[in-house]
């Protein structure tokens, strides 16, 4: 008795606690070596999912597996592990177990991400769908508890400036280009006034709401050419569609854009860097300094626009459309390659990488939906391909920031964004004054402990 009394004390004091109907995450030692430490359980139970196929997804994701249509969370056993685990976190209290201010900024990140899931519309559910009131039930007991361990976990604004910078950590280790944010150097911030650049990123089809893009252009010539190129792209006064003359190709498409925008030579390169936004301990949004994830294009071939490209671009079909000419990398963060300090936690995916769509799948759970397979497993897609989908059209063509030709979807806008440099300072600032304007930024506020 005296015994079975020690263990529990040594659990519940080191947060090992072995009580749960759901078996932990198997082996996730994220956040601490060992895998049943509260910390680990709390983001096993929230970010690792198995598949109808009996696998498991979502280990150290940056993202959690969580869509418009996921029932994961808010019913059923994985709802009641969260719950139970939360409930813990809140009494023991878990953030005393871990004093590391970089592990409580990316603890903190995952929880935001989960909490402004919960507050986002859910529906297209996998039959039978949860009814109104199940959802509101589930989302009920999770938010409070989230917003309350998002608040403790929150750090000074002092240790968030004194986070480290992973991305030049990367660089150093070679796992990315250097140089990527001197503001003399090659690259250049690149931005519009009016908002954050990155709308489809950061928006509300995405996950990434939580974070600061940055969008950074590179001519092959140097700083001042890429300068050049803004202001010649700016300076543009021609229409910005013109008629399909070709009588085989207008039924599909009646128009295509203009082939005379200012062009971008070979060599050039685009990057996209996501990085978190936290929540300091007086409850303001504030940009980290940690890098989450970086995709990179480079343009090998720069074909000429006519209304055979335009609408190559727009067939995804392997094959009709090849590479569009460029090299798609992406960069992604682990969370134990950032604890553990190799290569600031960033690493290069491979080319034929598959992953979950999470970003326009028009919010179905695709690990819910693959109990319709066959095979039950989840259809994953190639990451690389799924970049050409988007960014398919020659050069210019599919700088998405400037206009997403691809994504319009029959709207066709007679104005591109007008973007010029933007010191990456201010693309933070607009980054968080536009979180600080979002309706589930008002509803953690209001459920922010006082
Ligand atoms: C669902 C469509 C979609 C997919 C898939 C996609 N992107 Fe994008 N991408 C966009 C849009 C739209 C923008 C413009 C910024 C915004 O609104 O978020 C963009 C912006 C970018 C930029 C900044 C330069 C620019 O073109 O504006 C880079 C670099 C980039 N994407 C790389 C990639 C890479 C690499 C992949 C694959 C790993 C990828 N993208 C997948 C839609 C997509």
Redesign the pocket.
Known sequence: MRLALAVFAFTAAAGLAPQTDRPPASGVSIYHPHPHHLWNRLYGALFVRSGPDGREYGRDRADPLLWIGSKFLLQGPAHDDAVRVLTEFVETPGETLVGDPLKRAVMQRDLWIVFDWLDAPHTNFLKPPLSDREVAEGVRRLRGPLATVIARLALTPDQIRKLPDNYAAAARAGAAPSGLFDSAGPWVSVGRADGP??????GDEGPAKNST?L?MLRLPDGRAATLAFLDRLRAFQGPLWVDTTDNDLRPFSPYYPNPNLPQFPIGTR???VRRALVVDASGRVVASPLTENV???TYDRVDAMNARAFLGAHNTDEGMFSTAGQR???LRWSRAALFAGRSGGLAAIAQDERDFLT??AKGFDILDRSVENASRTPQLAV??H??R???GAPGVY?????L?FR?LDGRIPQAPARLSELPIADAERIAVGWKEDRAEWRALKDLWPR
Do not use: G
């Open positions: 650049t990155a709308r489809a990123h950061a893009f969008v685009v990057a996209l995709q990179l294009r798609f990398e992406e970003f326009s990451v690389t799924m970049c989908d988007c960014h599919s700088f998405n920031s400037y997403p994504l």
